[in-house]
Each structure stands twice: as structure tokens, then as C-alpha cells.
């Protein structure tokens, strides 16, 4: 394999296909969010999609700030066995990743 110098940068590359710098934004579908408070926190409870499914919340991990997403507030959460993302915006709506 000949690896390559670019004379701008001095990097040295194998002239493979390299990822991007950034990540390529994922679309989001919005959702509505079943609330419970513990403690003072406001925590997702259960999870309505728009086109009506429930998927309650088993376990909450834990949040925090999301600078990729506006700095929304990033929950993980265990629903059906599996941990998840949900993000809460600051003016209160809810929504996740959508599937590929």
C-alpha cells in the first residue's frame, strides 16, 4: 500500500476512504413523553410515538447536555430491554433518533 503525503498539511494518509469529521446528523421524529417526578427531577415515564405505540420507560440511567443536538437534555432509558435515547428540548418537546 503507497501511502501518500499531502505537501499543504505534511499528513501522511493510505489514500483510504477516511470518515468525516463530523457526524452525519441523524434524522429525528418528535414524540410525546409521559412524565414522573422523582426527587424534583422530571423523568420520562413512557414514550408515545405518532403513530400511536406506547413503549414505557423501565430504567432512566441517567441525562445529560447534548452539544450534537442544541444542547438538548439526553436521557438513557431501557425500554423493551434495550437502552435508548430520548432528548428533551428546551422549550419542552420531546424526540429521538429516528431508525435507519
Known sequence: ?????????GNVSSGKASHPARPQPVPTINVQVKTRTVDGLQLPH???????????VERVYGSR???ARDDALRYAVRVGGRTKAVWR???GTWFVEALK
Open 89 to 91: 428540548r428546551e422549550d
Open 1 to 9: 500500500m503507497r501511502k501518500k503525503i499531502d505537501p499543504m498539511s
Open 46 to 56: 413512557v414514550i408515545l410515538l405518532p403513530d400511536g405505540r406506547e413503549f414505557p
Open 65 to 67: 447536555h447534548d452539544p
